[in-house]
């Protein structure tokens, strides 16, 4: 009860927060089986995972766990960017990403009977695209719950609307600067790259806009409840 407490705005009542809950829940959902969809699809995971697979294989560390620790970090990331602390923000990133992180292994565990890496180029293409689209979509409607998020999604939601002027495109690119470095360090390190391919181009370049639609025409009645 005192975490439900915590979460809700002075301005939601009992009936939009629980509109809100139910929206959060789809979307965390929505989310953690997309990701999996494009891990699974072997096209290329958007970029925040293809940099946690690499991380998960340099250390020999179960996918979850490695997840989870990675949003701790940027968690920490994100207080710093918005100069202060921010209790709200830091433990709802928190929250978030526990149940998201675990979903993901397993969803993909559940997935891997499926073979969707052996199917056709073109087929695993579209797979992995429809992937995308559903990461974005889930990204979208969990950011307007205005509940919780994941500290990576925090990260470009504080650089769209606090320093670039609400652009969605510029925002999520922009917060793709540390898992493209890590990347590289992994691969510098291993000589191995893992988990990426043109699906992870395309969400590097395209994510952000297809969120920025999302927001106009998938569940138009969430709207954004920023303030820095």
Same mark, same amino acid.
């Given at each position: 009860? *005192?975490?439900?407490?915590?979460?809700?705005? #002075?301005?939601?009542?009992?009936?939009? @927060? +629980?509109?809100?809950l139910?929206?959060?829940?789809?979307?965390? %959902?929505?989310?953690?089986? $997309?990701?999996?969809v494009?891990i699974?699809s072997?096209?290329? $995971?958007? &970029?925040?995972?293809?940099?946690?697979?690499?991380i998960?294989?340099f250390?020999?560390?179960?996918?979850?766990?490695? /997840?989870? *620790?990675?949003?701790?970090?940027v968690? %920490?990331?994100?207080?710093?960017?918005?100069r +202060?602390?921010?209790?709200h923000? @830091?433990?709802?990133? /928190?929250? @978030? $990403?526990?149940?998201?992180?675990?979903?993901?292994?397993?969803?993909?565990?559940?997935?891997?009977?499926?073979?969707?890496?052996?199917?056709?180029?073109?087929?695993?293409?579209?797979?992995?695209? !429809?992937?995308?689209?559903?990461?974005s979509?889930?990204?979208?409607? =969990?950011?307007?719950?205005?509940?919780?998020?994941?500290?990576?999604?925090?990260?470009?939601?504080?650089?769209? @609307? #606090? =320093?670039?002027?609400?652009?969605?495109?510029?925002?999520? /690119? !922009?917060?793709?600067?540390?898992?493209?470095?890590?990347?590289?360090?992994?691969?510098? !390190?291993?000589?191995?790259?893992l988990?990426?391919?043109?699906?992870?181009? !395309?969400?590097?370049?395209?994510?952000? &806009?297809?969120?920025?639609?999302?927001?106009? %025409?998938?569940?138009?009645?969430? +709207?954004?409840?920023?303030?820095?």
């Amino acid at each position: 009860m *005192v975490g439900i407490a915590f979460l809700m705005k #002075k301005d939601i009542d009992l009936g939009k @927060f +629980k509109i809100r809950l139910g929206y959060l829940i789809f979307a965390i %959902i929505l989310d953690a089986f $997309s990701n999996a969809v494009m891990i699974d699809s072997n096209m290329g $995971s958007a &970029v925040w995972m293809s940099s946690a697979v690499n991380i998960s294989a340099f250390l020999h560390s179960p996918y979850g766990t490695t /997840l989870f *620790v990675y949003a701790v970090l940027v968690t %920490i990331a994100n207080q710093i960017l918005l100069r +202060k602390f921010d209790g709200h923000i @830091f433990i709802s990133n /928190l929250l @978030f $990403s526990f149940p998201f992180s675990y979903l993901v292994g397993i969803f993909s565990n559940v997935l891997n009977p499926l073979g969707l890496n052996q199917l056709p180029l073109l087929m695993r293409l579209m797979v992995n695209i !429809l992937g995308l689209i559903g990461v974005s979509i889930g990204t979208s409607i =969990y950011q307007r719950c205005n509940l919780i998020q994941h500290p990576n999604d925090e990260l470009a939601y504080l650089l769209r @609307f #606090k =320093y670039l002027h609400g652009s969605a495109g510029w925002g999520q /690119l !922009l917060s793709y600067t540390p898992p493209v470095v890590i990347m590289i360090i992994c691969f510098v !390190l291993t000589g191995n790259i893992l988990s990426v391919g043109i699906g992870t181009i !395309l969400a590097m370049f395209f994510q952000g &806009v297809i969120i920025g639609i999302s927001d106009k %025409i998938v569940v138009p009645s969430l +709207k954004h409840h920023y303030s820095f």
